[in-house]
């Protein structure tokens, strides 16, 4: 990764301060085409990308993400040969990656935190380690220079959400809906929700993830949210058809977001 | 007794609350209502009524005469077959129903291997009045048909889990992603003694009754003495500790039974998955593995918190029998005792009958969790013509 990039919350905030809204793909790793799909998506206006490291139990997934991350397992992808590929990945803006925390539990914190930055690796989502089990893995990506990106769910009451923000840096996942990720028909009221009560109290940049399925949608989570994570309308684009495909979405929801 | 985990619901180094951050609020919720009713004498009322008068505690402790001659022991059994329902799981889910209930959840929805749990949960869901959804992997719907179709006539919805290895596992990542699409009204009641705290150790607090009883009952047949081996199947781990939690302050060995293809605790290493810290089967990269057993309720790869701390500690032994040994020790008990077992604690009785010579002379409780029913058109296809 280039020097000049710095942090993605810093990168995140420069862009946000030129009046952009940020987009974020994700992008499971080990996926057929999966570095060509990230290039794509660099070239035609991603502000990160979010690269999925495929566990054999993704809970917080639903049948989109699933697939993509039984085909990439079944190719042979590890989170070795992952982190190893995305060496040779600079698009010029941050990664960042998606892993449940038995990938890290397995590594060992320090030891995976390490590998994150010597990859490249900007930041880290893990879904499935709530605030009061990240101390240890904040620790030791602290020490690595890698941000932990914290998750806040609609479910939180409001005295939750500060010591969410607290922990979190690159910027604030915000969890658009009840469910896990997968395309839905309407963007959920509860995304809006939920960005308007992190926009109040932080200048984080707040992102809305799961559930945000088009550019129509992604434009009007952006009417209040910093920016969106899209994770399973861009990987349908790579499962049914090709990284093209996937650079044209994100241009088409650049456009969009550019117009709101 | 048992030691309660600490507030951040860990045993020793294990458990916790590994749950994506829209379930944290759900669990917290939990955990304050659980404590809340299990000090309250009327709730405590209310269950014990329905485990006496519905579910037809206690349950017998039923000397094996018989067997206990031809293996040199002396074999005694706690008949969690005879409750309603035919196995232990009854216990857990009457006092998960009550308190979901209570908190003014309106569905329920569970995963189950055996159908065990599942037909449980049915049950529980109709006598008290809410709606109830399982999720069963797609090779045990197969294979555990009967149960399917008593959860159908209980009017449960049953969902066949299609992802990964198609069993237990798949049916707890399906059973977790519905349960946060619908945490706001819906309540989880986790079949086992495992997932984020405080399910294992509100399980193990419902299923403690196995134990109190089996402790009672021992000491009137055996003068006042406690067994010299407690042993149980292993899946979860929630009829294990049950029985565990009356014995763990005596002198008796305690002894849990994983299947040879599911066992966590011996051949695997600490794991987060399913919302806890625990033992899980896993390869060099941290990737689940598919567990492997001829018994749907046992065919899981990983185990319940407390289970690998009692292992930690060296308290309690995790030995594991391979399929053909459950196979035969199914007969054994069929036709020795006269009492089909539960494939699953064909596994405890297989353990029994390789180990006897070494235990001769000594008592031995077994948990006998649940009835065969469920398994004879499985084994009918296994024995096909041998008998
Ligand atoms: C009869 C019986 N015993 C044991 C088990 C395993 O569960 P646990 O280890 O939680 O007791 C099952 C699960 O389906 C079961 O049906």
């Excluded at chain 2, 209980?154 to 519905?178: C, F, H, I, W, Y």
């Amino acid at each position: 990764m280039s020097a000049e990039i710095g942090t993605l919350e810093t990168y995140l905030r420069k862009k946000r301060s030129e009046g952009h809204k940020l987009v974020v793909p994700y992008i499971t790793g080990g996926f057929e085409g999966w570095t060509d799909a990230i290039r794509a998506a660099a070239a035609n206006g991603a502000d990160a990308i979010e690269i999925g490291i495929p566990f054999s139990d993704p809970v917080m997934d639903g049948p989109t993400i699933q697939h993509a991350s039984e085909m990439a397992l079944r190719n042979g992808a590890t989170p070795i040969s992952i982190l190893h590929q995305l060496r040779s990945v600079d698009v010029g803006i941050p990664l960042a990656v998606m892993c449940y925390y038995n990938t890290v539990h397995h590594a060992g914190n320090e030891r995976f935190a390490n590998s994150l930055r010597e990859s490249g690796v900007c930041a880290a989502i893990v879904p499935d380690l709530p605030l009061e089990e990240s101390g240890l893995w904040c620790a030791a990506a602290d020490t690595s220079c890698v941000e932990t990106v914290m998750l806040a769910a609609p479910t939180a009451p409001d005295e939750r959400l500060p010591r969410i923000i607290d922990r979190c840096k690159g910027f604030v996942y915000a969890v658009g809906l009840l469910g896990v990720t997968g395309e839905r028909d309407t963007l959920a009221s509860s995304a809006l929700t939920l960005a308007k009560r992190l926009k109040a109290i932080t200048d984080v940049p707040v992102l809305i993830g799961v559930g945000v399925s088009n550019a129509q949608q992604a434009a009007e989570a952006c009417t209040i949210a910093d920016g969106v994570v899209q994770g399973a309308s861009v990987m349908r684009r790579l499962i049914e058809e090709d990284a093209d495909a996937v650079g044209d979405y994100i241009a088409e929801v650049r456009k969009a977001v550019d117009q709101c | 007794m048992l030691k309660d985990p600490s507030l951040d619901g860990r045993f020793g180094e294990f458990g916790g609350r590994f749950v994506p951050e829209t379930l944290v609020p759900a669990c917290q919720e939990l955990e304050a209502a659980f404590r809340d009713a299990w000090a309250d004498p009327a709730f405590r009322k209310e269950l014990d009524d329905l485990l006496r008068d519905y579910a037809g505690r206690p349950s017998i402790l039923t000397e094996c005469h018989n067997l206990g001659k031809q293996l040199g022991i002396r074999l005694l059994l706690k008949r969690e077959d005879l409750n309603h329902t035919g196995s232990h799981k009854i216990n857990s889910v009457l006092g998960q129903v009550l308190l979901a209930k209570r908190m003014g959840k309106k569905h329920i929805v569970a995963e189950t291997g055996a159908g065990q749990h599942g037909v449980a949960s049915a049950t529980a869901a109709a006598l008290l009045g809410l709606s109830c959804k399982v999720y069963m992997g797609e090779v045990d719907v197969q294979r555990q048909a009967l149960n399917v179709f008593r959860m159908k006539l209980l009017g449960a919805q049953v969902v066949p889990a299609v992802s990964g290895s198609r069993t237990l596992k798949d049916a707890v990542n399906e059973a977790m992603r519905d349960w946060v699409a619908t945490v706001e009204d819906t309540y989880y009641a986790i079949g086992s003694v495992m997932g984020p705290h405080p399910y294992p150790w509100m399980v193990r607090t419902f299923q403690s009754v196995i134990g109190q009883e089996a402790s009672e009952q021992c000491h009137s047949l055996l003068g006042g003495k406690d067994p010299d081996v407690v042993v149980a199947a292993v899946g979860g781990g929630s009829n294990a500790i049950g029985i565990f939690s009356g014995f763990v302050d005596t002198k008796a060995r305690l002894i849990g039974v994983e299947p040879a293809g599911g066992a966590a605790v011996g051949k695997g290493m600490p794991g987060v998955v399913h919302g806890m810290r625990s033992y899980l089967m896993q390869d060099e990269h941290g990737q689940v593995q598919e567990a492997q057993s001829i018994s749907a309720g046992l065919d899981y790869p990983g185990v319940g918190p407390e289970h690998s701390y009692l292992a930690s500690i060296g308290r309690a032994e995790y030995p594991s029998v391979n399929d053909q040994e459950v196979i035969s020790a199914f007969q054994v008990m069929s036709r020795s005792e006269g009492i089909i077992p539960a494939l699953e604690c064909a596994h405890p009785m297989a353990w029994i009958i390789r180990e006897a010579p070494k235990m001769q002379g000594q008592t031995i409780l077994m948990n006998l969790s649940g009835r065969g029913d469920k398994d004879v058109a499985q084994m009918m296809e296994i024995l096909d013509g041998q008998i």
